[in-house]
């Protein structure tokens, strides 16, 4: 990473060839990803799966990934492991051969879990390069990684349409293609890396003194998780079940409902690409405050609209209340200046955990009591984002 020196001033410069190669390798492994959840109507028919059966798969998943995201975290924050990216794009892929080709139910969550562990190991790191190149535009590079991942999830359930759809599930191998591509642009990414720790080797270590009380900052993360797990477990609600709702009580066809996921994907993607440089202007928490507040009224009124609302809203809610996510990221890293990831790997790992959980749930839910009564209930999730009023200021930050 450049820097200016002739005023005796060490000046980073924004990198943003590197942040964009993270992001689009974040939007390649997550259109890997998406993959999964866009697969779900054609999987519950090849293998006669039940609404529990399809919430486990998410499970299996998410968990996996949140379970060790953390741990990633915390080990590549005192040993860093630049080249452990490309690893990470390999075994995404093979969990995506090994659903193209799974015999039965235990080897769809084998290949879930592979997937899992491809997003443990690559959502931590790559957080941490981005961040690395902001040149202290934080807010800017986490929604420009950030935003790729949400790219991906957007494009998925398009790919999954037009191409797995209608020739099958051994079709997903083809996509293992764009592992090779990730894994390259990765591999360049991790060179960088290692040049960057090495023109950084003499620098003093960054400050980890903490800008509030110990017990404020546990009782403010502790906001931050409660937040990320509401939002996560209702959008996981829409990602994992909206296509069978709309089907169920629009009559839509499979197709059109894809169709609407991805709408809603895509406005969450904008909410994201948003988040974050408004978040450097204004501060971290006046985004979170418009976001989990702002989403409320629209959360509350999408089980009672008609086709055409119900597309509406679905946007709205999206794009409101993704643009939250860079922000808390971004907030929880100042309250715990030195922990990059950390925080990245425990707000990704919740991200996918609580979605997980959310989902297994709600597919309990839906078999005993229908789709339809999964939205009713968690149209009051959002109700919970009324805990943003007890986030602090940051002295200096937002």
């Given at each position: 990473m450049a820097s200016i020196t002739g005023t005796g001033v060490n000046v980073e410069r924004t990198a943003f060839s590197v942040i964009l190669a993270a992001s689009f390798c974040h939007m390649l492994n997550d259109i890997m990803q998406s993959l999964l959840t866009s697969l779900y109507p054609l999987l519950k028919d090849n293998y006669a799966l039940d609404f529990v059966q399809i919430g486990l798969l998410t499970f299996a998943f998410q968990v996996t990934a949140s379970l060790l995201q953390p741990a990633v975290g915390v080990i590549t924050d005192r040993w860093p492991m630049p080249f452990s990216l490309p690893v990470a794009m390999v075994s995404t892929a093979t969990g995506l051969f090994t659903?193209?080709?799974?015999?039965?139910?235990?080897?769809?969550?084998?290949?879930?879990?592979?997937?899992?562990i491809g997003s443990a190991i690559f959502h931590p790191e790559a957080s941490r390069v981005a961040r690395l190149a902001s040149g202290g535009r934080h807010g800017l590079a986490q929604s420009f990684f950030q935003v790729g991942g949400n790219t991906g999830t957007a494009i998925g359930p398009l790919l999954a349409a037009f191409i797995v759809i209608p020739h099958g599930q051994r079709s997903l191998g083809w996509f293992t293609l764009i592992a090779l591509t990730g894994f390259a642009v990765l591999s360049w990414v991790s060179v960088w890396y290692v040049r960057h720790r090495r023109s950084a080797a003499g620098r003093k270590p960054a400050s980890r003194t903490l800008p509030l009380a110990r017990n404020r900052v546990i009782w403010t993360l502790a906001i931050l998780v409660v937040l990320t797990a509401t939002k996560n477990a209702y959008l996981a609600s829409l990602s994992s079940y909206f296509t069978f709702y709309a089907i169920e009580k629009f009559g839509v066809d499979v197709q059109s409902a894809q169709m609407m996921l991805f709408l809603f994907l895509g406005a969450s993607a904008a909410g994201v690409f948003l988040g974050g440089p408004i978040g450097d202007r204004y501060g971290a928490r006046a985004v979170i405050w418009f976001s989990i507040l702002g989403v409320i009224p629209f959360a509350l009124l999408l089980p009672y609209a008609n086709l055409f609302w119900t597309t509406v809203l679905v946007i709205v809610i999206g794009f409101i209340f993704s643009s939250a996510f860079s922000a808390i990221v971004v907030f929880a890293q100042e309250l715990v200046p030195?922990?990059?990831?950390?925080?990245?790997?425990?707000?990704?790992?919740?991200?996918?955990?609580?979605?997980?959980?959310?989902?297994?749930?709600l597919g309990v839910l839906a078999d005993r009591q229908g789709i339809e009564t999964v939205y009713a209930v968690v149209s009051f999730l959002p109700l919970l984002g009324l805990l943003t009023i007890f986030l602090p200021r940051i002295p200096d930050h937002a």
């Open positions: 659903l193209a080709y799974a015999g039965s139910f235990p080897f769809l969550v084998l290949g879930a879990c592979l997937i899992g030195g922990r990059v990831g950390l925080i990245a790997g425990m707000f990704f790992g919740f991200a996918f955990g609580f979605g997980g959980i959310g989902a297994a749930v």
